[in-house]
C-alpha cells in the first residue's frame, strides 16, 4: 500500500513561488500516474496538474504557464512548482496516485497554500 506526504506548503506574497513535493513510501510510484489537486473553502477539489508514468502532463487552464508538475522516481516524489502564485491559488494541495486495477486514488494529507500580502 503506498502512502503519500505532502510538504512545501505555506504564505507566499502574491507574485511569489512555492514548491510543493509528494514523498511516496510503501511502494514504488514509477509505474502510477500522478496528480495535485486542491481544494479551497466552499469548493469541491479540482484537478491542478498530472503527470503519466511516461512523463506526460496535463494542467488545469487556471495553472498552466505558471505551474510545472514533475517526477523523480529515484526519490520516489512528485514535485508542484508554482510560480506568479495568486490569491486565488490559496487552497490546500493534495497529492494523489492513481494504483491498482481498477483503479484508485490514494491521497495525501494536503499542504496548506496561502497567497496573500
Known amino acids: 500500500q503506498v502512502q503519500l506526504v505532502e510538504s512545501g506548503g505555506g504564505l507566499v506574497q502574491p507574485g511569489g513561488s512555492l514548491r510543493l513535493s509528494c514523498a511516496a513510501s510503501g511502494r514504488r510510484i514509477s509505474t502510477n500516474d500522478m496528480g495535485w489537486y486542491r481544494q479551497a473553502p466552499g469548493n469541491e477539489r479540482e484537478l491542478v496538474a498530472l503527470?503519466?508514468?511516461?512523463?506526460?502532463?496535463k494542467y488545469a487552464d487556471s495553472v498552466k504557464g505558471r505551474f510545472t508538475i514533475s517526477r523523480d522516481n529515484a526519490k520516489n516524489t512528485v514535485y508542484l512548482q508554482m510560480n506568479s502564485l495568486k490569491p486565488e491559488d490559496t487552497a490546500v494541495y493534495y497529492c494523489n496516485a492513481f494504483v491498482g486495477i481498477p483503479v484508485r486514488s490514494v491521497w495525501g494529507q494536503g499542504t496548506q497554500v496561502t497567497v496573500s500580502s
Open positions: 503527470i503519466t508514468s511516461g512523463g506526460n502532463t
